[in-house]
């Protein structure tokens, strides 16, 4: 069975700072994966996706991700993080085979700090 | 394109009432998902459907009946709603193409008293 693990429920930064954001995934093929984030009373926003080739993917908003097969991950990250940014953030793991179907991981939540 | 759209956006229900959310896309998706979201967690799949008249079970389908009449329309029941479903649902739809995402509708709020 496919898992997302998000081991940070709630991580603060500066406005400015860098930002990386952590997510373990468990899937016994190679998974699709995406970033998702989410503003309070609002759905959800894809931030990027992988499904294959380049490990390094470049998303919307000035956001990026690297998929790590040896470690089993996909970590967000942003090099300068904006008061916009503060939202919650989830990584999914899906696949094409399995009708689509994505699991969430339990989500992150960012506040920015000024 | 209107995308993924839920009915209705908000809503209070008794315990023991019934009550049917409609979701609703105009991409010609193959592919229709419910989802229900609570606080501290991620999405969880109620149940989906991969065509026309066909659902399938997700992982937390108990208390809910789907349908998939038309291919447009994908259909979320409660027959007897209780507390516990108190939650945000969201509906989500995939083309079942090669490599394509879902698009997921605005959600629905449910409050079960």
């Known amino acids: 069975a496919q898992s997302v693990t998000q081991p940070d429920i709630h991580i603060t930064v500066s406005e400015g700072a860098s930002l990386e954001l952590r997510c373990n995934y468990s899937?016994?093929?190679?998974?699709?994966l995406f970033w998702y984030v989410q503003s309070p009373g609002q759905g959800l926003q894809l931030l990027l996706k992988?499904?294959?080739?380049?490990?390094l993917v470049q998303g919307i908003k000035g956001f990026e991700a690297e998929f790590k097969r040896s470690q089993s991950s996909f970590n967000l990250r942003k090099p300068s993080v904006h008061w916009s940014d503060a939202a919650e953030y989830f990584c999914a793991v899906g696949a094409g085979t399995n009708a689509g179907k994505s699991t969430f991981g339990d989500g992150t939540t960012l506040t920015v700090k000024p | 394109n209107a995308g993924v759209t839920q009915t209705p956006k908000f809503r209070v229900l008794k315990t023991g009432q019934s009550m049917t959310l409609l979701c609703a896309q105009d991409?010609?998706?193959?592919?229709m998902y419910w989802y229900r979201q609570d606080p501290g967690m991620g999405l969880r799949l109620i149940h989906y459907?991969?065509?026309?008249?066909?659902?399938a079970k997700g992982e937390v389908p108990d208390g809910y009946n789907v349908s998939r009449l038309k291919k447009q329309n994908f259909l979320l029941g409660l027959e007897s709603a209780a507390p516990s479903q108190t939650s945000v649902y969201f509906c989500a739809s995939l083309s079942g193409r090669y490599q394509e995402t879902q698009y997921f509708g605005p959600g629905t709020r449910l409050l079960v008293l």
């Open positions: 459907s991969v065509g026309e008249g066909t659902t």
């Open positions: 992988y499904f294959s080739g380049d490990t």
């Open positions: 991409m010609n998706h193959e592919y």
């Open positions: 899937y016994g093929a190679t998974p699709y």
